[in-house]
């Protein structure tokens, strides 16, 4: 092969993608293959972390063989930033907030173009820019728009639509691949052997490194796993949403050695503990204020469910918040949360999670403590459950 150092990131990871995780570039490099080099990349930014700095630096593998994706403990959830979660801070702040997460370790970072029809994309696009070298973003695909304008009632993963949503995400993010390109919702009009059959063709093509799926179920994984390996699952899972281990999913993902994304792992905020029966969630950009369990009556309700969390990390010296996310940690080696914030000290306090260890008992007894207390309100709204796959 020609020894060509300024070869460019996509043909990079293209190559790696083909052949996976042993490609050689250069005898004389010592066989360093894309994986390993951003692996190294993420191993350097951990080691200059300074002692003390509120940090995630661990790393952890989501997926299995081809399909291995190596990135930090915890992601970050950038929907927030400027979609769907009420006020948010300046561009200058948020971006500036985004640079605090890479300078703390993160490596994943999560957007899609559903979040404000490209909006949260090309925010995430200016943030990172410069620092692509060894972070990842992960974009999705599968809602219909129609002129921009979402058509809640139907999902589109024709292959045509996958490859303009993957073309458009790397524009707006201003990289040559994507991380993770994961299907955002089941199209029902669309078999998932397609849609596994056109993101192969994507890694191939070196335009995305991995793909994955949210919110399906385990026949529709163990289908995809077949036609492409999956990487990572990305559905909503915490403390007060189990379905996951009681559907198969988790089952099935530790069985094919698929990673798992649990998306909203904070409840939507929820159990970070500041929200109560008088929050008011801005209507023109939240969707908390259509669902069944942020209405405050629900809220006022689902409040013990907080305090178990306040009471159980009182006597630990740590904050509800990191409660729910170092539950999400210490549940399974191959979970990476994602939770959002537009706040330096709350992603702070979030990456601090990471360092907490719960024994299994400690996890029993939390466990036991917030089961025992029923969740009132659905998580969402009849329509946007019907798009769930039980
Ligand atoms: N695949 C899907 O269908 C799907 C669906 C929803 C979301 N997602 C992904 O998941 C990510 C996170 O989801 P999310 O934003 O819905 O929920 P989340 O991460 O559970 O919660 C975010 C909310 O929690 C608050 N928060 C964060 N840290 C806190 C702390 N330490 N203490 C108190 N409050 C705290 C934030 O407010 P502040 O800004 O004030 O900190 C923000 O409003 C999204 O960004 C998106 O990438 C995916």
Known sequence: MKKNMDMSRRGFLKMAAMTGTAMCIEPALNKVTAAEKALNGQRQATNNIPAGMAAVRTQRTLGSGKAAFT???????????????SQHPSEDKEIALVHEA??????????AES??????EKLVGKALKGHTGHVFVSSKFGHKFVNGVQV??????TPANIRRVCENSLHNLGVETLGIFYQHRIDPNTPIEVVAETCGELIKEGKILHWGMCEVNADTIRRAHKICPVTAIQSEYHLMHRTVETNSVLAACEELGIGF????????????GLINE??????TNDNRHT???????????????VEVLNAFGRTRGITPAQVALAWLINKRPYIVPIPGTTKLSHLEENLRACDITFTAEEMD??????????????RYDKLQESKIQK
């Open 71 to 85: 990135v930090s403990a915890m992601g970050y959830g950038c929907m927030g930033l400027n979609h769907n979660r």
């Open 102 to 111: 890479v300078e703390r370790g993160v490596t994943l970072f999560d957007t």
């Open 115 to 120: 979040y404000g029809y490209h909006v949260n």
């Open 152 to 157: 809640k009632t139907e999902e589109d993963s």
């Open 261 to 272: 994304v649990p998306y909203s792992p904070l409840n939507r905020g929820f159990l970070g």
């Open 278 to 283: 008088y929050t008011r969630f801005d209507t």
């Open 291 to 305: 669902l069944p369990r942020f209405q405050p009556e629900a809220i006022r309700a689902n409040t013990r469910i």
């Open 365 to 378: 007894e939390l466990e036991k403590a917030v089961t025992a207390i029923p969740v009132v309100g659905s």
